[in-house]
T-cell receptor
Framework: AQKVTQAQTEISVVEKEDVTLDCVYE???????LFWYKQPPSGELVFLIR??????QNEISGRYSWNFQKSTSSFNFTITASQVVDSAVYFC??????????????????FGKGTHLIIQP | KAGVTQTPRYLIKTRGQQVTLSCSPI?????VSWYQQTPGQGLQFLFE???????NKGNFPGRFSGRQFSNSRSEMNVSTLELGDSALYLC??????????????FGSGTRLTVV
């Protein structure tokens, strides 16, 4: 069965510091998809990034960057020069591909427990 | 374009009652998935509907059910409410997660409190 582990329950840093959120996943599939979502206090899950298992290139989007390493089954998220507006709960999620190729149905997203990021001014 | 709309935003029910939550997906999206979020269990997949058919179901008791209408709007029903059903219920819409696993857009959720 698939599993996503976010070992950091809560992280607190001072504004402008860099911070890395860890995500480790488990899956038996060779084709799968990884996601990061941000959940502000309003509750809505805001999509940040998706990655498929064949694309190990790291990605940078402004102050955000992601490091995908299949060898360690990790998909870590770094915020550079953090800002107070980055304060939120961040979730890493995994989706397996069997829904696409086997017709057996999609299991939905498997989420980690989330990391509560607090950026102090 | 309009996002995913969930109604109501907040709900308070008594143990033993039943409740129906609604989700209107993004126009053109045919898949609606439901998730339950609690402090203890985190985010858990409930079920997914595509073209009015339930394609998959998570590990929840039969008290949790849903349906999807021809316009892709979906409703989720919980019967015989228990205190442990208090949670934020989120729905996500997608064109078709089988063809496009990237495209999940979430609504703001319905916060259900069972007293």
């Amino acid at each position: 069965a698939q599993k996503v582990t976010q070992a950091q329950t809560e992280i607190s840093v001072v504004e402008k510091e860099d911070v890395t959120l860890d995500c480790v996943y488990e899956t038996r599939d060779t084709t799968y998809y990884l996601f990061w979502y941000k959940q502000p206090p309003s509750g809505e899950l805001v999509f940040l990034i998706r990655r498929n298992s064949f694309d190990e290139q790291n990605e940078i989007s402004g102050r955000y960057s992601w490091n995908f390493q299949k060898s360690t089954s990790s998909f870590n998220f770094t915020i550079t020069a953090s800002q107070v507006v980055d304060s939120a709960v961040y979730f890493c999620a995994l989706s397996e591909s069997k829904g696409m190729y086997s017709g057996g149905g999609a299991d939905g997203l498997t989420f980690g427990k989330g990391t509560h990021l607090i950026i102090q001014p | 374009k309009a996002g995913v709309t969930q109604t109501p935003r907040y709900l308070i029910k008594t143990r033993g009652q039943q409740v129906t939550l609604s989700c209107s997906p993004i126009s053109g999206h045919r898949s609606v998935s439901w998730y339950q979020q609690t402090p203890g269990q985190g985010l858990q997949f409930l079920f997914e509907y595509f073209s009015e058919t339930q394609r998959n179901k998570g590990n929840f008791p039969g008290r949790f059910s849903g349906r999807q209408f021809s316009n892709s709007r979906s409703e989720m029903n919980v019967s015989t409410l228990e205190l442990g059903d208090s949670a934020l219920y989120l729905c996500a819409s997608s064109l078709d997660p089988r063809q496009n696993p990237y495209g999940y857009t979430f609504g703001s959720g319905t916060r259900l409190t069972v007293v």
